[in-house]
């Protein structure tokens, strides 16, 4: 089973409450920069970006900081990782984040609020 944010870019108006709404659950700081979830406008509509829970990240982690929860769901273990950054190198997706503040990588780990507060539901929370 696994849990992970389904998007659909064609529904996406590009209000980035998506954006607002990660980056306060997750650092408690209204910033673009620190969510989770990035959406960029294009010429032909909006991208969606976010983890897949593709599991890529999980192979690549020298300290096994990366595990795999019930759920599917790829959580950061804080205490084990060592801020190499592999995973963020290995992402097919580029969805797992640095940022220049912290220290720690970070990505999705399928919460739900942003599709929760997203008003055009260009986001669901599914488990397949």
Same mark, same amino acid.
């Given at each position: 089973?696994?849990? !992970?944010?389904?998007? !659909?870019?064609?529904?996406?108006?590009?209000? #980035?409450?998506?954006?607002? =709404?990660?980056?306060?659950? !997750?650092?408690?700081?209204?910033?673009?920069?620190?969510?989770?979830? #990035?959406?960029?406008?294009?010429?032909?509509?909006?991208?969606?970006?976010?983890?897949?829970?593709?599991? $890529?990240?999980?192979?690549?982690?020298?300290?096994?900081?990366?595990?795999?929860?019930?759920?599917?769901?790829?959580?950061?273990?804080?205490?084990?990782?060592?801020?190499? !950054?592999?995973?963020? $190198?290995?992402?097919?997706?580029?969805?797992? #984040? #640095?940022?220049?503040?912290?220290?720690?990588?970070?990505?999705?780990?399928?919460?739900?609020?942003?599709?929760?507060?997203?008003?055009?539901?260009?986001?669901?929370?599914? =488990?397949?």
């Amino acid at each position: 089973m696994k849990k !992970y944010l389904k998007t !659909y870019p064609e529904k996406c108006i590009a209000c #980035r409450v998506c954006e607002s =709404t990660c980056s306060q659950v !997750y650092f408690k700081v209204d910033d673009a920069e620190k969510s989770c979830i #990035r959406i960029t406008e294009l010429a032909d509509g909006n991208d969606i970006n976010v983890c897949n829970q593709c599991q $890529a990240c999980v192979a690549v982690c020298p300290t096994l900081a990366l595990k795999v929860n019930p759920q599917g769901v790829v959580m950061v273990d804080k205490s084990l990782c060592i801020s190499c !950054y592999m995973c963020v $190198a290995a992402c097919p997706t580029k969805s797992m #984040r #640095r940022h220049l503040n912290g220290l720690n990588p970070f990505k999705c780990v399928s919460c739900g609020m942003c599709a929760k507060n997203c008003p055009t539901e260009a986001i669901k929370i599914v =488990t397949e």
